[in-house]
């Protein structure tokens, strides 16, 4: 699918060209940390993935033991995929074979233990929205419910006691069969205990994704769940500071952030966004992002000069994980489906907080009077005017 | 200064391990460019930056040709430095020693034609505040309009027609000889046209700042002048989204970020913080950080289980500026002084702001309204809770 081309990965490939001392500099200024903590992972599932075609990664974050509260040891994990058949099948039989890849790697992501799973945007159809065209794509969209994606996880949830975010194009019949861009939260005893809309829709480039749905209505839910406090932030959400604070004011302790973005477009902020996020908001980010090139039937354009074309760009996965302290894991790669897991001691993110302060600094109110008089059509900016 | 073993320079040691295809991709991913866009630095300049121990660097960031506007380009320089003499030397004895240093690199400057140019956060003195102790360190603060700091940049500015932006602790004597930590600006006819103080006051680590000066009760002002709309986000409050937010809601299209900053405290967040300030906003942002050990007379702690020292901890350095594109310049050293230039074009904010829409997405209504209720003590965050 057009990848045979692309890096593999930027992570291994500066880790690669340094060693010794320099490598262990690189890892404390780049990674945040001289080590990785890696985390063994099965041989059987090593195999498994080998067959498959998709990586496995893990890796550890530990927090200091403190007197009063246990440890509390989570085990995180996200998968970035590429689509399984091309875009012009049948919408039930792409669906179903997407179905059929994700399932062996929730299976390995099982057998490593992993409590909460996030798939990445939009995960069970081709990303279409580059083609402004309604159909056949609008007919991927599904009720959160008891939608095909949701049916298919729910079983997958009870079985392994998982917690699965599954982020779809929605359904709402019951609000005029409109269509909202959807992260659903299934517990591990497979029921849905709610469901986040995607807060800020992008029009960039191929990007016109209002094209289909709207701004969410749902707010900045955290969902209390067995295995901590976990919230969404979809996609395009990762530029704006103030969706990622209110997921951090709501008491989230980690934020999933499935994403669908192209190299040429956001590769350069890929590793900016979500970690400082994590940093700022004193709380465990994951970021996930699609791989492989998507070709589409029918031509599009970009309103960029650019001819019209049938492919969307490059997806270049390199999901990642970063700590409330600021540490990250590498990138899973920019090319190949991915498991990648983290054992996450959720601890570190109060410890964080009273070290750094960030809450206790922040003087909400001034911002709250300031952003208050910005909304206003009214509103005089604090210029001081040249002479 | 206890520099000796200290690595150089983390983006050197990785340029110089990659080569060829290699090396485009990690600038590509990496800095968000392919060429850095160096600009070149006139050889007296450089040999003069030799003989006084400072590096300097100077990069471009091209915009594209707009039909109604012509480019706006401005040349940006930052200074990052080491204190100039032991510090229980006799404090006006410590600031003519900064100061000397500082005129030869203004001087340069000047030479290679920079605009508007920002010193480090209390560029005339040692960062003392880890001491705790009140005397002699409080002896350096002075007045913003005619201060010794204001009086020597004054000069400058007029004979080389260049905005200075200076950082310094300020001592107010109308309001009661209260203590600030705030950036003076001065404009190129030597008039003192507005300062800001620092709006966010670490108590983390060995910075127990508030032992000295409050909150700042300046708000967020954007200084408009005749290279632009510039504004100051002095050290700490860069680890703060809304701070940055506000800057930009009242216009900024360069933000100094004034810094003094350790190793082991925060040089994994360094490339980070300013860099998505300068994407999530879509402005320039140029973040400054001192260099070097600084020694005190007496021992002091730090609460965190060292034994008592005398040495804060190394200032890295490794200044760097970020376009609105999210693209950035190679940081200066971690261990040496250093001059920083970046000729800007400021249409590139608008043209990124056109690109991605961050500010028409921005929904600032919706988290006005969410904010103002977390501020309340009856606050009930949205959280659906486990079953």
Chains 1, 2 share one sequence.
Not at 29 to 54: A, D, P, Q, T, V
Request: net charge negative; hydrophobic share 35%; glycine share 8%.
């Amino acid at each position: 699918m057009g990848t045979a081309s692309e890096l593999q990965s930027l992570d291994k490939l500066v880790s690669n060209a340094l060693s010794g001392q320099d490598l262990q500099e690189f890892n404390r200024i780049h990674y945040g940390r001289i080590s990785n903590h890696e985390l063994e992972i099965k041989k059987n599932n090593i195999l498994f993935g080998n067959e498959n075609h998709f990586e496995i990664a893990a890796y550890k974050f530990p927090a200091n033991k403190e007197e009063i509260r246990k440890p509390r040891i989570v085990k995180a994990g996200v998968i970035q995929n590429s689509i399984a058949i091309p875009t012009d099948q049948p919408v039930t039989k792409q669906r179903c074979a997407i179905f059929e890849k994700i399932r062996k790697i929730i299976e390995t992501a099982a057998d490593e233990g992993v409590n909460i799973l996030c798939l990445q945007e939009a995960w069970s159809m081709p990303f279409a929205f580059c083609t402004r065209e309604k159909q056949p794509w609008c007919e991927f969209a599904e009720s959160a419910l008891d939608g095909p994606s949701t049916l298919f996880l729910k079983e997958l949830a009870i079985k392994y006691g998982m917690i699965i975010i599954s982020p779809i194009l929605e359904r709402d019949e019951v609000h005029g069969d409109t269509i909202w861009n959807t992260a659903v939260v299934i517990n591990e005893m497979g029921k849905v205990i709610g469901k986040h809309r995607k807060n800020h829709i992008p029009r960039v480039g191929d990007f016109n994704e209002s094209t289909y749905y709207f701004e969410g209505n749902t707010g900045h839910p955290v969902f209390e769940t067995s295995f901590g406090k976990i919230a969404v932030n979809i996609c395009y959400g990762r530029h704006h500071p103030l969706n990622w604070l209110m997921f951090g004011i709501n008491g989230a302790e980690i934020v999933f952030n499935p994403s669908a973005t192209v190299a040429g477009l956001s590769e350069h902020l890929w590793a900016v966004e979500a970690r400082n996020a994590a940093i700022a908001n004193s709380y465990f980010t994951c970021a996930i992002n699609r791989v492989g090139t998507e070709k589409f039937p029918n031509e599009f354009t970009s309103g960029d000069g650019k001819t019209a074309h049938k492919e969307f760009g490059h997806f270049y996965g390199s999901s990642y994980i970063t700590a409330p302290d600021g540490s990250r894991t590498p990138g899973l790669s920019r090319v190949k489906d991915g498991l990648l897991i983290a054992e996450l001691d959720l601890n570190l993110c109060r410890q964080i907080k009273d070290k750094w302060g960030f809450g206790m600094t922040q003087r909400l109110d001034l911002y709250v009077n300031s952003l208050s008089k910005a909304v206003n059509h009214d509103f005089e900016p604090q210029v001081v005017p040249r002479d």
